[in-house]
């Protein structure tokens, strides 16, 4: 069964879960099989354009995890105000080409809670302003699906792209359900909500000259940790996944989380 690893990209594409195994690898967290998904997303780049397809057997799943305040390290938790981070993960639910990424985006919402009756209207955060407090915004970084792990580090990071300006927004369902959620012969309490977003991004690389964008609507669960268990455990992923120092700017490396499979990863850790 395929699981998610579920990585995080709060601010910088540089977080990777500690200990957990490498993209396209076995991770205990959620199946995929079990997400529940619909809608598209069209990216494009100059002439070129790649349609994600979400749902039962469409080729690509989406989730999102909320991390409140509490569950984040002390600079970030400050670096947000009273807001909360909810990442949600793009990727391949086919498991059958071992080249493949598993996943190939990330986008950020830094929110005060989850919508309930309004849409919540996000602009994308400006880069170019990352000492500059931009209040309840969106964040995304985007490759395509059909990136390798093969390809050289170069070649990724030139189809690496960043959210530049743009708007999503982001409805959910009134009802929220109760699950359990198994980790390391233990089950965790989370809420599941389903949210819609409509993105209409722009896009841009600093390694390359060309543009992108990204629209479309995708309906996706996001889960919400209930209980001591489950915020220690969601705590634990942003404590030992997060840059000490947030900063809002692309990569200046090729990103740990697109590197080749034989590739050893070694969490971040305070010193």
Known sequence: ??????????WAFQGIFAEVPLPGQSSPFISIETLENSGQLEFKVGEKTETFEFGKGKPHYAMGLVFSRKNLPTSFAKSIGQ???????????????????????????KIEELPSANALKLPFQDTSKADKDQGQSAFLILNSSQMKFSQEDQEKLKSTYFSETGEISVT????????????????????????????????????????????????????????????????????????????????KEAPRTLASPEETLKPKRDK
């Open 1 to 10: 069964m395929k699981k998610i690893v579920f990585f995080i990209f709060v």
């Open 83 to 109: 807001n909360q981070i909810v990442q949600i993960a793009l990727g391949n639910r086919n498991t059958s080409a071992p080249d493949l990424i598993t996943q190939f985006g990330s986008l950020t919402l």
């Open 172 to 251: 959910s369902t009134k009802a929220v359900e109760k699950i359990s959620l198994p980790n390391t012969g233990k089950k965790l309490s989370f809420k599941r909500k389903n949210i819609s977003f409509n993105i209409d991004a722009k896009l841009a690389t600093p390694f390359s000259g060309e543009k992108g964008s990204l629209k479309g609507t995708v309906q996706i669960p996001v889960f919400s940790p209930q209980g001591a268990e489950a915020n220690a455990f969601v705590a634990e992923l942003a404590e030992t996944s997060l840059d000490k120092n947030p900063e809002i700017s692309p990569p």
